[in-house]
């Protein structure tokens, strides 16, 4: 089925483990995006691209790494997390060309650094 | 200050009263205005989209910006127990928010049957 998909769903680490998140789109479409939702914040910008092999930093990027090899896929790392980084993780994407639709987003990693 | 202000609530109305949420934002670059609803453990999902002043009707939605008064509105009539869902606004001063979205905290909505 067409769409965006994250994985894993859930995930628990430790403290300074390396931790990859996942998003993958069905659509093409150029731009992708990280988002992290905590209470009190509401949803914020980790990092995002334009196309492939084109990325750039948000309001929130550090302590994070983002890679875009494929239009499909943009994986976001945690190289070693914190306690601080325990969030729900949003994927999204959009085309330039759908002026009706800014932004798809997925269901959500929710990632809890013990 | 935070760029986007909204009241987290929660906002509790009885079912058929008219809904009224609403966000207040510093940036005057800000021209693209977006309501998403997010249920429980869902991904946000897009409710209206506007550009620059004015009002867009889509069914029971209305939404309202004033962007002189940097104010933007959405409006739900004949509020279903189903519409109980947290509403995020997010705004962009670029078409689609293709440098990313900047949102408000969200309104908790809770539409009693």
């Known amino acids: 089925d067409a769409g965006i998909t994250q994985s894993p769903r859930y995930k628990i680490t430790e403290t300074g483990r390396q931790v990859t998140l996942m998003c993958h789109q069905t659509w093409s479409h150029s731009y992708m995006f990280w988002y992290r939702q905590d209470l009190g914040h509401g949803l914020r910008l980790i990092y995002y691209?334009?196309?492939?092999?084109?990325?750039d930093k948000g309001e929130v990027p550090d302590g994070y790494v983002v890679s875009r090899s494929k239009t499909e896929n943009f994986p976001l790392t945690l190289e070693s997390a914190t306690r601080s980084q325990t969030s729900v993780y949003f994927c999204?994407?959009?085309?330039?060309?759908?002026?009706?639709?800014?932004?798809?987003f997925g269901d959500g990693t929710r990632l809890s650094i013990l | 200050q935070k760029e986007v202000e909204q009241d987290p609530g929660p906002l509790s109305v009885p079912e058929g009263a008219i809904v009224s949420l609403n966000c207040t934002y510093s940036n005057s670059a800000f021209q693209y205005f977006m309501w998403y609803r997010q249920y429980s453990r869902k991904g946000p999902e897009l409710l209206m989209y506007?550009?620059?002043?004015g009002n867009k009707e889509d069914g029971r939605f209305t939404a309202q910006v004033d962007k002189s008064s940097k104010y933007i509105s959405l409006f739900i009539r004949d509020s279903q127990p189903s519409d109980s869902a947290t509403y995020l606004c997010a705004m962009s001063a670029v078409r689609g928010g293709a440098d990313g979205l900047t949102f408000g905290k969200g309104t908790h909505l809770i539409i009693q049957p």
């Open positions: 506007t550009y620059s002043s």
């Open positions: 999204a994407s959009s085309s330039p060309e759908d002026s009706n639709q800014p932004q798809h």
């Open positions: 691209s334009a196309a492939a092999d084109i990325t």
